[in-house]
T-cell receptor
Framework: KAGVTQTPRYLIKTRGQQVTLSCSPISGHRSVSWYQQTPGQGLQFLFEYFSETQRNKGNFPGRFSGRQFSNSRSEMNVSTLELGDSALYLC?????????????FGPGTRLTVL | DQQVKQNSPSLSVQEGRISILNCDYTNSMFDYFLWYKKYPAEGPTFLISISSIKDKNEDGRFTVFLNKSAKHLSLHIVPSQPGDSAVYFCAATLYSGGGADGLTFGKGTHLIIQP
């Protein structure tokens, strides 16, 4: 069974631009969660999507948004990029809502904002 | 405010000895705890978990201990092997109700196993 895949793996953008990251969950998994990993803050929860609906949201500004499609694939969008958005963005999938189920992580997208 | 804290950024242990990684949390509502292991350029992989109704869970060389009164958990790896060298993240969540805030992670501890 294929694991969680994320595209692109690496991305370089400049301040003010916007970016869209993609995540394909493990087949059959209905929940997709997004996390930001930075050296200073560690892994921080962004949001979780389940059945095309955002179920949970972390403490991030509205510039961070996402969506989930009917095939459970998810995209995350960051608008008006700031230097501090440079991070590894991880996506994780689980069969049902993440709190009740083990999450499987993708390799991440490394975003660099110049 | 860091709700899950891993106060040791790195830990060096000799091969064959016991590795003990510590984690403290402040939110008494957390009732499910997990440890993840992360190699460079890969996403975290689940290692072991424990529910708040238990104080110990064992899986092979890995044992997690939970002290609810102290809001402290630890991961024991024995014996430590070179392949255990990685960053270990402690995470906590509200298990019941579907995890209201997703997983809250510590900043990680880089475990280095020396031959």
């Amino acid at each position: 069974k294929a694991g969680v895949t994320q595209t692109p793996r690496y991305l370089i953008k400049t301040r003010g631009q916007q970016v869209t990251l993609s995540c394909s969950p493990i087949s059959g998994h209905r929940s997709v969660s997004w996390y930001q990993q930075t050296p200073g803050q560690g892994l921080q929860f962004l949001f979780e999507y389940f059945s095309e609906t955002q179920r949970n949201k972390g403490n991030f500004p509205g510039r961070f948004s996402g969506r989930q499609f009917s095939n459970s694939r998810s995209e995350m969008n960051v608008s008006t990029l700031e230097l501090g958005d440079s991070a590894l963005y991880l996506c994780a999938s689980s069969l049902e809502l993440a709190g009740d189920n083990e999450q499987f992580f993708g390799p991440g997208t490394r975003l660099t904002v110049l | 405010d860091q709700q899950v804290k891993q106060n040791s950024p790195s830990l060096s242990v000799q091969e064959g000895r016991i590795s003990i990684l510590n984690c403290d949390y402040t939110n008494s509502m957390f009732d499910y705890f997990l440890w993840y292991k992360k190699y460079p350029a890969e996403g975290p992989t689940f290692l072991i978990s424990i529910s708040s109704i238990k104080d110990k869970n064992e899986d092979g060389r890995f044992t997690v201990f939970l002290n609810k009164s102290a809001k402290h958990l630890s991961l024991h790896i024995v014996p430590s092997q070179p392949g255990d060298s990685a960053v270990y993240f402690c995470a906590a969540t509200l298990y019941s109700g579907g995890g209201a805030d997703g997983l809250t992670f510590g900043k990680g501890t880089h475990l280095i196993i020396q031959p």
